[in-house]
């Protein structure tokens, strides 16, 4: 039998298995754009603009994590009317720093009527319950106790 609980996914461009990386460049005092190694690209922003702030990008890669798990569980059944997913959290500043408090990812989905709608509807619960105990890496990670190792790397 095979041990799926040390399984590393390959690296999206070849590399290290189970390596990821983005690269943030500033474009402006308190704007940035992040780029992945497949050429996307996010702007992100202090909250003076319309950017999205860092905590907001993490907000969305949760919701983004969910989504995509529930959304290959359920959706292989019937395809979906709607799927909305709102991830909400309070923003606090207390002993322990900034942080987050109370995550929360609503789903409002909605399949159509009929028997594949109704396996379709029958997969959402352990869809979600299998995205938020195993399968989504951002909400595992935030919810793991997770170095993060910060450093310089000079260059002139």
Do not use: W
Request: glycine share 8%; hydrophobic share 30%.
């Amino acid at each position: 039998m095979t041990d799926h609980s040390q399984s590393i996914e390959p690296d999206e461009r070849g590399g290290a298995p189970g390596h990821r990386s983005v690269e943030l460049q500033r474009t402006s005092l308190g704007h940035y754009e992040v780029r992945n190694a497949r050429g996307g690209v996010i702007s992100l922003g202090d909250g003076t603009g319309t950017d999205f702030t860092p905590v907001e990008v993490l907000l969305a890669a949760i919701a983004g994590c969910s989504s995509v798990d529930v959304d290959h569980m359920t959706s292989r059944r019937a395809e979906p009317e709607e799927f909305t997913v709102r991830c909400t959290g309070t923003k606090v500043s207390d002993d322990d720093g900034n942080h987050l408090q109370d995550v929360e990812v609503t789903f409002h989905l909605r399949f159509p009527a009929g028997a594949e709608g109704d396996a379709a509807r029958a997969r959402i619960a352990p869809a979600i319950k299998a995205s938020h105990d195993r399968e989504c890496t951002v909400s595992r990670t935030v919810e793991l106790p997770t170095p993060v190792t910060m450093r310089t790397a000079n260059r002139e």
